[in-house]
């Protein structure tokens, strides 16, 4: 009864919580604690998260649990051998009709600190983006020195840490202005995204009774939209690669004793990396384009009302000519092919006057609606083939290289499905509009990203709808060196995330 | 006077050392000093002998010196500023027409000792080759037990020390047998022949009156005849090389948020080096075969002559198809074009999803007699620009690479023209002649080595004849990680370093 009386009360104050006021109810709150919020997020990415690295990145769970924990949430962890838990946390409401889910992963890339220009552990605070200028600052003291375009950089400032320290500032931002969750919350950390998600399936389907409750996924993570406008995204694009060894003679050769007579695997690499695409960018491989799902008409109206930004981009990433003739928002809507890596011998100073005995090409490939990544690798395999290529699953044996001219040995690697989302239910459209109180009328709709979450689990396994509530801004340099968060962002993150915790 | 009587009674003697003489006269030297050749050999391999490590490269120079006075070889170091020095001697011999040099490197390749089995700087003896299943044995105590199968590993120890230890031990043999030089002898030792012999043209011609009365130039390097026949070989390829990197977006891009929409350097580089060969290995940049300078009748002859090896280097190697069409001896007759190193992000598990900013590729060039090194750089630097390419020298500004849509970044290496002395000259017949005498008469001469020295400084800048005299194993590793000589060819070479200087 108690309890009831408590909801009521709560409901009352929530109540007063409508559209405008939520803005202005967490610029509040950061004018007085900004700077308690930023050192709690240094805090958090000074552990470092590397999926693999399990005494890490157990710390990082420890720590989010104990920090909602702390919010006032009752948090567990979910957990399998081997693997990073999910850190799971439930707020429940009175007389919810809805239960909502935040997705977010706490775990980030693998670093080459080589390739950084701080620790990637240690975030470091800029007067704005590094590449308009920007220079170490030290993190603000007082909350008027923070700016919209200051910038922390750190492993995970962007992905996917910053949706954390939005939720658990807006839990605070709601405790200090008495506001109560209006749907039953359910907090879903994952700890191994950027590692592939492999026991992502297994942790949902252990955990029904958790899970079945969920009404909708929010999945905070990826960038807002190019042209800075924030954005929800009701797709992604499936992902998968394979990586290609080519072999030359059984050893390295000296390029004057056998250059002109020994295969250079190099060049042969670079024959067969050339015939899987034309000039432009299409992707030559027989059947690559066949399994794509056509767009629905609101997504197709949606996709029309998306700002242009090809000039934008083509300027500030500095692109003469982009893959490709159709805009970049309907290019994410094709499977795409990129070479992530190429490597034979040396470059640079370390070159030597040898022919290399092999080269490696690692496949970058994104799926979308429709196509299967083992199928989409088996047309690639199957274009290997037809350049002349014997496929081995091992490393060849000498017999072997004796025997056949061109050898690929082929490594597939895991990968996931496409997914999308109808915008035209209920909850869609709720979710739609309690964003744009806080993200404005032109809130952009998106009918997928361009990058890759397991949203499929969701989508199509469990059968919920899955929409993406992104905050980090699109130039953050995720998965390479000197990721960052702009602070604009951060601060809009906590904004949207109280919204949607307190929509009507 | 004196010395006059003295050259008489020697040269008396030397003409006991005909023909059919010097093997034996060397076989019984071994019999009794092998041991102590083999232990001499171990102290000249510990030195480190990499160009750029001067304080140990002067210790080379400095032993080696003092090796040859004790032999009684008048010794002098030829310097200049921060080079290694020239390790010169002189032999002169009474009445002599003409005056034969030796030109030896006791520098060598960088080394990488993760890659050795042993340490590089300690010679480590074998029971035979390690790619037979040799394994590591004691250096012999008796001369009877050393056998022309066994190996000793050490930098160097085929390339170049070994026509060093050769020379010294050919040096003994004639004094302990009473042989005096026939001709005067000039050693000539260079100390950065690895290193790109920078300052090899000013050594030359800052010491023209040493230098001048040399009528021929032997070249005590590379290895002896893949078919493990002796070979004398009259040409060497030139060597060049450069670097080109091809741009992408301005900073590495999610593959996901624009994979199909930015630029792939890796692939703009795949289609780059693949517009440069055809899928035989021929090359397809306009005029890159047109300069080469045809055989003369004498060459095509020996050329005829040579040991096919084609087959058995196909097994060797596990080459299935080779490049080309022709055999193995006339590819080398061509200018190459390999593919030494390719570099983009990153393969392997640092692969990431990441469409990397650009692509690198290292190209070395083989030259032909004839083919001009910086004229064929002008030809791949045409052809690139042929592809559509904007080439730069510098890493390219952020509005140079909003300009053009192809932009490469051209290093040129240095490098040297290949070279080719007449077979038919009287003193290349008569080297010819007193080769076979220890080599047989099935002695291979080869128009030209795959590999390079630069031999044009002789052949072309001073004018005169200069053959390789080379000893070593083809199979001896050279310039990579387990480095090695076979006893056998060690003890060939001082058969015929002896019968070079002994010879009428």
């Given at each position: 009864m108690r309890s009831k009386i408590l909801a009521l009360v709560l409901a009352s104050l929530s109540f007063a919580a409508h559209s405008q006021d939520i803005k202005k109810l967490v610029d509040d709150y950061l004018n007085l604690n900004g700077v308690q919020v930023l050192n709690r997020y240094r805090a958090l990415l000074a552990i470092p998260n590397v999926a693999s690295d399990l005494p890490n990145i157990t710390k990082n769970a420890d720590y989010i649990k104990s920090r909602f924990e702390a919010a006032g949430v009752e948090m567990k962890l979910l957990t399998l051998p081997d693997t990073p838990p999910i850190v799971y946390g439930y707020i429940p409401a009175e007389g919810a009709t809805k239960t909502i889910a935040f997705y977010v992963h706490y775990d980030g890339q693998p670093v080459?600190?080589?390739?950084?220009?701080?620790?990637?552990?240690q975030a470091t605070y800029y007067s704005e983006a590094m590449f308009n200028g920007g220079e170490v600052i030290d993190?603000?003291?007082?909350?008027?020195?923070?700016?919209?375009?200051h910038r922390i950089y750190a492993r995970?400032?962007?992905?996917?840490k910053a949706p954390i320290i939005s939720l658990l500032t807006a839990l605070d931002v709601m405790k200090v202005n008495g506001l109560a969750a209006t749907s039953n919350i359910v907090f879903f950390f994952e700890g191994e995204e950027e590692a592939g998600s492999a026991k992502l399936r297994q942790y949902l389907q252990e955990n029904r009774s958790l899970i079945d409750p969920i009404d909708v996924w929010l999945f905070c993570d990826g960038p807002t939209h190019q042209s800075r406008k924030p954005q929800l995204v009701f797709g992604v694009r499936g992902v998968t690669g394979m990586e290609v060894t080519v072999y030359g003679a059984s050893r390295p050769l000296h390029s004057g004793h056998y250059g002109n007579w020994a295969p250079v695997p190099g060049q042969m690499l670079a024959q067969l990396v050339a015939s899987m695409k034309d000039a432009e960018g299409?992707?030559?491989?027989?059947?690559?384009?066949?399994?794509v799902e056509p767009l629905k008409r609101s997504e197709k109206k949606a996709l029309g009302a998306v700002p242009a930004i090809d000039e934008q981009l083509k300027q500030e990433l500095a692109v003469a000519d982009p893959e490709g003739t159709e805009p970049y928002s309907e290019r994410l809507l094709l499977p795409s092919l990129t070479i992530r890596g190429l490597s034979s011998g040396n470059t640079?100073?370390?070159?030597?006057n040898v022919v290399p005995a092999t080269a490696t090409v690692s496949i970058g490939l994104r799926l979308v609606k429709g196509v299967d990544p083992e199928k989409q690798k088996d047309l690639v395999e199957a274009h290997i083939k037809k350049q002349g290529y014997h496929i081995?699953?091992?490393?060849?044996d000498i017999e072997t290289r004796r025997q056949y001219p061109k050898i690929a040995l082929i490594t597939r690697g895991g990968g996931y499905p496409a997914a999308r989302t109808s915008m035209d239910t209920p909850i869609a459209k709720s979710i739609i509009n309690r964003a744009k109180t806080v993200a404005?009328?032109?809130?952009v709709l998106l009918p997928t990203l361009g990058g890759s979450l397991p949203l499929y689990l969701f989508t199509?396994?469990?059968?919920k709808p899955a929409i993406i509530v992104p905050i980090a801004?699109?130039?953050?340099n995720q998965h390479a060196a000197d990721e960052n968060i702009r602070i604009g962002n951060l601060w809009y993150g906590i904004k949207l995330m109280t919204a949607l915790m307190t929509m009507e």
């Open positions: 080459d600190k080589s390739q950084w220009s701080n620790d990637p552990w993190f603000p003291r007082v909350a008027q020195d923070i700016k919209p375009d995970s400032a962007s992905d996917d299409n992707v030559l491989i027989e059947g690559f384009y066949d399994d640079g100073a370390l070159a030597r081995v699953r091992e490393v060849p404005g009328e032109d809130l199509d396994m469990l059968d801004n699109y130039d953050n």
